[in-house]
């Protein structure tokens, strides 16, 4: 069974500081790993995505870390903002399709 | 350009009726996906379209059907709707590819929120 598991499920940071979201995978039918931001009714953006050998991207103060062995990525949020107080989605491209395995969500909260 | 336009934003059904959710791609893109997200959840995936073809279906039953016409745009269809079947309705669309990759990354439209009385 293909699965996405995602922690914490909600996060509270203070503004300026590191907001760190992880997921684990459990196969490797996954070709991409992407993170969504989302706003309260709005559909999930597309905030970065990384290939399986790419140990980390940089966008920004948005950085993805990627450990395949672990079967684990991370999104880190530098210099967090009351902007980014949304929910963050990791998600898994399937390889054979193309459908994406969203992870439980986290939301965060960026107090000023 | 555009984005994923879906439409109607909002609806309000009643049990037993039917539904139709419309979805136009970003230019160029040529998959369609179907995505249930229920209040707290992440999105769950319904159906994928390629080129017209159905390439993948999601654990939903017989009552979910879709299509995808030659301009790419799709539709979702929903029969004997339950009260269950609330959610937010997001469609996705990709280049898509047979090989994988960057070409299969989605971009999400704003969705459809149907309520169900």
């Known amino acids: 069974q293909q699965q996405v598991k995602q922690s914490p499920q909600s996060l509270i940071v203070q503004k300026g500081g590191i907001s760190i979201i992880n997921c684990a995978y459990e196969n490797t039918a996954f070709d991409y790993f992407p993170w969504y931001q989302q706003f309260p009714g709005k559909g999930p953006a597309l905030l970065i995505a990384i290939r399986p050998d790419v140990s980390e991207k940089k966008e920004g103060r948005f950085t993805i870390s990627f450990n395949k062995s672990a079967k684990q990525f991370s999104l880190h949020i530098m210099d967090s903002q009351p902007g980014d107080s949304a929910t963050y989605f990791c998600?898994?491209?399937?390889?054979?399709?193309?459908?994406?395995?969203f992870g439980q969500g986290t939301e965060l909260s960026v107090k000023p | 350009d555009a984005g994923v336009t879906q439409s109607p934003t909002h609806l309000i059904k009643t049990r037993g009726q039917h539904v139709t959710l419309r979805c136009s791609p970003i230019s160029g893109h040529k998959s369609v996906s179907w995505y249930q997200q229920v209040l707290g959840q992440g999105p769950q995936f319904i159906f994928q379209y390629y080129e017209k073809e159905e390439r993948g279906r999601g654990n939903f039953p017989d009552r979910f059907s879709a299509r995808q016409f030659p301009n790419y745009s799709s539709e979702l269809n929903v029969n004997a709707l339950l009260l269950g079947d609330s959610a937010l309705y997001l469609c996705?669309?990709?280049?898509?590819?047979?090989?994988?990759?960057?070409?299969?990354?989605?971009?999400f439209g704003a969705g459809t929120r149907l309520s169900v009385l």
């Open positions: 998600a898994a491209i399937d390889n054979q399709g193309g459908k994406l395995i």
């Open positions: 996705a669309s990709s280049f898509g590819s047979s090989g994988g990759g960057a070409k299969n990354i989605q971009y």
